[in-house]
Protein backbone atom coordinates (compact mmCIF):
# COMPACT_ATOMS: atom_id res chain seq x y z
CA UNK A 1 0.00 0.00 0.00
CA UNK A 2 1.47 3.28 -0.84
CA UNK A 3 1.91 5.53 2.26
CA UNK A 4 3.43 7.98 3.91
CA UNK A 5 4.52 7.56 7.43
CA UNK A 6 5.62 10.26 10.02
CA UNK A 7 7.10 9.91 13.33
CA UNK A 8 9.16 11.80 15.36
CA UNK A 9 6.37 14.35 17.15
CA UNK A 10 6.27 14.69 20.85
CA UNK A 11 6.16 16.94 23.93
CA UNK A 12 9.10 20.00 24.80
CA UNK A 13 9.79 22.63 26.46
CA UNK A 14 9.96 26.42 24.20
CA UNK A 15 13.54 26.24 23.20
CA UNK A 16 13.55 22.48 22.36
CA UNK A 17 14.32 20.01 19.61
CA UNK A 18 12.65 17.50 17.35
CA UNK A 19 13.27 15.33 14.52
CA UNK A 20 10.65 14.36 12.45
CA UNK A 21 10.81 11.48 10.10
CA UNK A 22 8.69 10.43 6.65
CA UNK A 23 9.27 7.03 4.68
CA UNK A 24 7.60 6.57 1.89
CA UNK A 25 6.16 2.89 1.46
CA UNK A 26 4.54 0.68 -1.47
CA UNK A 27 4.46 2.12 -4.87
CA UNK A 28 6.17 5.95 -3.81
CA UNK A 29 9.43 5.86 -5.33
CA UNK A 30 11.52 8.73 -4.54
CA UNK A 31 11.57 11.79 -2.57
CA UNK A 32 12.43 14.63 -5.02
CA UNK A 33 9.11 16.34 -4.04
CA UNK A 34 8.33 15.52 -0.31
CA UNK A 35 8.17 18.15 2.05
CA UNK A 36 6.31 19.24 5.28
CA UNK A 37 3.45 21.19 6.26
CA UNK A 38 1.73 21.47 9.76
CA UNK A 39 -1.77 22.27 10.75
CA UNK A 40 -2.73 24.39 13.68
CA UNK A 41 -5.60 24.07 15.47
CA UNK A 42 -8.44 26.56 14.24
CA UNK A 43 -5.56 27.40 11.72
CA UNK A 44 -5.53 26.34 7.70
CA UNK A 45 -2.49 23.92 6.27
CA UNK A 46 0.62 25.55 5.64
CA UNK A 47 3.88 24.80 4.07
CA UNK A 48 7.05 24.27 6.59
CA UNK A 49 9.65 23.03 4.26
CA UNK A 50 9.58 21.16 1.12
CA UNK A 51 12.17 19.93 -1.55
CA UNK A 52 11.57 21.58 -5.55
CA UNK A 53 11.74 19.73 -8.68
CA UNK A 54 14.78 21.78 -9.27
CA UNK A 55 16.36 20.67 -6.09
CA UNK A 56 15.97 23.96 -4.34
CA UNK A 57 14.39 23.83 -0.64
CA UNK A 58 11.79 26.15 0.57
CA UNK A 59 10.98 27.58 3.96
CA UNK A 60 8.25 29.33 5.71
CA UNK A 61 9.64 32.52 7.08
CA UNK A 62 8.44 31.81 10.14
CA UNK A 63 11.21 28.63 10.45
CA UNK A 64 13.97 29.75 8.54
CA UNK A 65 17.77 29.39 10.92
CA UNK A 66 15.18 27.36 13.02
CA UNK A 67 14.27 24.34 10.74
CA UNK A 68 16.70 21.98 8.60
CA UNK A 69 15.00 19.80 6.24
CA UNK A 70 17.16 16.56 4.75
CA UNK A 71 16.32 13.14 2.81
CA UNK A 72 17.78 10.16 2.63
CA UNK A 73 17.41 9.19 -1.03
CA UNK A 74 18.13 5.80 -1.00
CA UNK A 75 15.61 4.61 2.19
CA UNK A 76 12.80 6.94 0.47
CA UNK A 77 13.25 8.91 3.81
CA UNK A 78 12.29 12.91 4.33
CA UNK A 79 13.31 14.51 7.79
CA UNK A 80 12.60 17.89 9.34
CA UNK A 81 15.07 18.74 12.13
CA UNK A 82 13.66 21.57 14.73
CA UNK A 83 15.45 23.65 16.54
CA UNK A 84 14.82 26.30 19.06
CA UNK A 85 11.07 25.41 18.98
CA UNK A 86 8.33 27.96 19.86
CA UNK A 87 4.74 27.60 21.59
CA UNK A 88 3.87 28.84 18.26
CA UNK A 89 5.34 26.18 16.75
CA UNK A 90 2.34 23.58 17.90
CA UNK A 91 0.62 21.55 15.38
CA UNK A 92 0.17 18.89 13.42
CA UNK A 93 2.80 17.75 11.31
CA UNK A 94 2.26 16.21 8.08
CA UNK A 95 4.65 14.96 5.21
CA UNK A 96 3.40 15.42 1.89
CA UNK A 97 4.80 14.17 -1.87
CA UNK A 98 3.74 13.80 -5.35
CA UNK A 99 3.87 10.79 -7.33
CA UNK A 100 3.48 9.41 -10.51
CA UNK A 101 0.17 12.65 -10.41
CA UNK A 102 -0.83 11.38 -7.46
CA UNK A 103 -0.54 13.59 -4.48
CA UNK A 104 0.43 11.91 -0.99
CA UNK A 105 -0.48 12.53 2.54
CA UNK A 106 0.84 10.99 5.51
CA UNK A 107 -1.67 11.07 9.03
CA UNK A 108 0.88 13.28 10.39
CA UNK A 109 2.45 13.75 13.83
CA UNK A 110 1.41 16.19 17.02
CA UNK A 111 4.28 18.66 17.89
CA UNK A 112 3.45 20.70 21.14
CA UNK A 113 5.95 23.36 23.11
CA UNK A 114 4.93 24.63 26.26
CA UNK A 115 6.30 27.51 27.49
Known amino acids: QAQLVESGGGSVQDGGSLRLSCVATGRIRGVNTMGWYRQAPGKQRELVAS???????NYADSVKDRFTISRNRARDTVYLQMNSLKPEDTAVYYC?????????WGRGTQVTVSS
Open 51 to 57: FTRDNNI
Open 96 to 104: RTIFAGIEY
